[in-house]
């Protein structure tokens, strides 16, 4: 009996200290520009990454200092924030401005810990933006009627924009914090618009991209029709709804845009790309293009009667992206998906699936394959009329490519006049008397081609992107 009594005392005990083990963090150094008054935040996973959550504010100590103390948390507990002086527009960041990792603390005994914030994005209240010169702030407060809440919209528009009176394809992008502005990003920025310039100054016809700042605390309800009993959601549909109903006519009426489907994206990554997802799939008259970036299949099992349930009314190109370090179910759903959606008719011209070796969760990730997905789903992004575009039998791979590319093609086993002409028509490689299917690469600067190939009274001709 006082055996028994004994580890039960200490089993009670063990839970009590459990229970208990609480920290205090207090900031023994901060910017000298921090506003006297603050306030100062703690946003992280205990919050859901609020960044001015009220529960969360410091308070300044008997020695003028900012601290504050967590709740208690069982021995062993992990968790991940940053600071902020109550947006993301005002997180910390490094020395110089740059970002900084997730801070992390290991709940164990109770004791007080002391940090240090090196700058805000903020800059001492004069923002600072890393975005280009052709990103602008369409709205700090956009109308969201069917939420009843607002939202800042970014918009990037093509450089030739201003000097043209071209229409331009359209890609919505969500998580817009992180699109293109390192200084408003949570863990930085994916350089849309520097991929998008750089791919402009080499002839590409680059889109207009809008980016949908994300709803803070409400992301996870935003970014999923469906409910999950640990993280919410529900809302994704009247998301959408917003997207299809009220943003897209007002870009539409306010910029010049191709309107048609097959001109319309959509791409996000993690919970962006599970509504990706469910936009192109539940809307396809509307997006004809859907990059899905890590995406959250594993948020809710309805993922899968949804996408079984979704005729394939109209043709439709997806872009998967997973990377094989992200963990748990994540690369496993996304090829689980590639063979579903492959069994309901989407080839492997409209449907194409990453795995990434070594590829993380994160903004690198996600900015690092941007380019390339951007190609595949946009290929007729050149400066060439459309009626050079001949496809008969002819087949390039991989494409995009690198430092070779291989090719299919009728008659093999004659010989051919191979000729590469870049997107301003002319011609930068020849080959008389071809009668292999490898192709060198090297020679050729990154950029788009039209490779050609005849025979007596014969031509076949397909695009390539070299990387």
Known sequence: MKQFLFWACLAMLTSIIQAESQVTIVLQSIPAYTPASGPIYIAGDLNGWDPGAAAQALQKNQSGLWQITLPAKNAGTVIQFKFTRGSWATVEKGTGGEEISNRSYTFGPPETIYLSIANWA?????????????????SENFQIPQLGRTRRIWLYLPPDYAESQKSYPVLYMHDGQNVFDSFTSFAGEWNVDESLNELAAQGYEVPIVVAIDNGGIHRMDEYSPWHNADYGGGEGQQYVDFLVNTLKPYIDSAYRTKRDRENTGIMGSSMGGLISFYAAFSRPDIFGKAGIFSPSYWFSPSIWPFVRNAEKRHPMLVYQLVGSLEGGTM??????MQDTLRKFGYSANELKSNVVNGG???????????????????????GLPDQTFINKGIKLYP????NLIFMDRPEQNIS?????????????????????????????????YLLTISGGKKSWSDWFIKL
């Open 122 to 138: 903020d800059n001492n209240g004069t923002v600072t933006t890393t975005a280009a010169k052709n990103v602008i702030r369409i």
């Open 399 to 402: 494409n995009p490519a690198r």
């Open 331 to 336: 690369p496993s759903d996304m090829l689980a």
């Open 416 to 448: 051919v006049n191979l000729k590469i002409y870049d997107i301003a028509g002319a011609c930068v490689a020849a080959i008389h008397n071809f009668a292999g299917c490898q192709i060198d690469l090297n020679s050729l600067p990154p950029g788009k």
């Open 360 to 382: 993380q969760h994160n903004e690198l990730f996600w900015r690092t394959n941007f380019k390339e997905a951007f190609l595949w789903l946009f290929p007729a992004s050149s």
